[in-house]
């Protein structure tokens, strides 16, 4: 989507509110014992109420409201009756649409105890996220986005992800340019001003490639590694980059 018209923007940021709320609720309630399939619930009540519909629902008919991944679930877990358990690493995942936007975020948090390793692999992640929405403004090169997730990947001693990309938004969940690489690429595209795109780096410590579940969904990192992934839907202006997904 090219935004052009300031209601177009208003909208947006009323399902990027939306999106961004439910999340962090469902981040709050994050605790031992309780279900993935619980904390989903959680969200779709929190959409609902907000007259938004699940976006990977409505869209690819996908068992959930929300995707929430754990351990060794890198992005697209169904939620279901795995309970949280102290230590664990848990990716919460949430897209939807209201009134013809929709709009995409994501963040992956901590259950206490986690190891420092952990820790500091999660602030990194959202650091990298960061260092690519930076590079969000009207005229410079898709590419450059990938471009800078990777050096600072690299100068930290982390891998990416190559296989699960950042992607267009706003009047379907995916949409042109489509795929967007949070890793070094020869991506000559420009990003236009008004353009609605994610930012979602997923930053491991050795994984490489995203490797398809039994269950037809759900991701894993291979090699096995640990992999965080946090994302906001951004709109391209000649100043920089709007960030829609954020709480209100």
């Not at 605790?31 to 976006?55: C, F, Y």
């Not at 869209?59 to 959930?64: R, V």
Request: net charge negative.
């Amino acid at each position: 989507m090219t935004i052009t018209r300031e209601e177009e923007l208003a909208g947006l940021k009323r399902i990027g509110r939306i999106v961004a709320d439910t999340m962090h609720a469902m981040a709050r309630a994050l605790e031992p014992g309780i279900t993935t399939r619980e904390l989903d619930e959680i969200g779709r009540a929190l959409l609902e109420s907000e007259g938004a519909v699940p976006a990977p629902e409505a869209t690819y008919a996908f068992p959930g409201a929300t995707c929430i991944s754990v351990n060794e679930e890198i992005a697209h877990g169904i939620p279901g009756d795995r309970a949280i358990a102290s230590g664990d690493l848990v990716n919460i995942d949430v897209s939807a649409s209201r009134d013809g936007y929709f709009a995409d975020t994501g963040a992956t948090f901590r259950v206490p105890p986690t190891r420092p390793s952990l820790d500091r692999l999660c602030r990194d992640g959202k650091r990298a996220m960061q260092v690519g929405i930076s590079q969000v403004r009207s005229d410079r090169p898709l590419g450059a986005i990938g471009t800078a997730i990777g050096r600072f990947a690299e100068d930290r001693g982390y891998t990416l992800i190559r296989n699960l990309a950042s992607h267009g938004v706003g009047r379907s969940l995916h949409e042109y340019p489509e795929e967007i690489a949070t890793w070094p690429s020869r991506d000559r595209r420009r990003i236009t001003r008004g353009l609605v795109l994610t930012v979602e780096p997923f930053l491991s410590a050795g994984g490489l490639w995203a490797t398809d579940g039994e269950d037809g969904w759900t991701l894993y990192s291979e090699p096995a590694a640990p992999v965080v992934q946090y994302e906001h839907t951004v709109v391209a202006t000649d100043r920089g980059p709007v960030v829609v997904t954020l709480p209100g």
